[in-house]
Nanobody
Framework: QVQLVESGGGSVQAGGSLRLSCVASGFTFGSVCMGWFRQVPGKEREGVVGTDFDGMQIVAGFVKGRFTISQDNAKNTLYLQMNSLEHEDTAMYYC??????????????????WGRGTQVTVFS
């Protein structure tokens, strides 16, 4: 059974940092592309950053160099390091996995599995 379990969310002051984690199980970590998405109630879900684990990444324009995606293959864990957080970054953050490593658009990164999310709240 495939599972993606996010953690690391919380409340942080603007300008602060958080590191989100996504522990994957039920499939071979690194065999499919994975990414982070976020959603605010009443708005559409949007991609944040994704990786195909082969040197290619997709990054949303609003990241502006503040967020970094990384992984620990030994722990089957995907990370999202978020620095210089802004109030507008407040959202539920989700981890997602695609069905292959050939991922070229946001829809490729989210077409197979989803986690339940972790809430990030940035206060001024």
């Amino acid at each position: 059974q495939v599972q993606l379990v996010e953690s690391g969310g919380g409340s942080v002051q603007a300008g602060g940092s958080l590191r989100l984690s996504c522990v994957a199980s039920g499939f071979t970590f690194g065999s499919v592309c994975m990414g982070w998405f976020r959603q605010v109630p009443g708005k559409e879900r949007e991609g944040v950053v994704g990786t195909d684990f082969d040197g290619m990444q997709i990054v949303a324009g609003f990241v502006k160099g503040r967020f970094t995606i990384s992984q620990d293959n030994a722990k089957n864990t995907l990370y999202l390091q978020m620095n210089s957080l802004e109030h507008e970054d407040t959202a539920m953050y989700y981890c997602a996995a695609g069905s292959s490593r050939r991922c070229y658009s946001w829809s490729d990164y989210e077409d197979k599995y989803w986690g339940r999310g972790t809430q990030v709240t940035v206060f001024s």
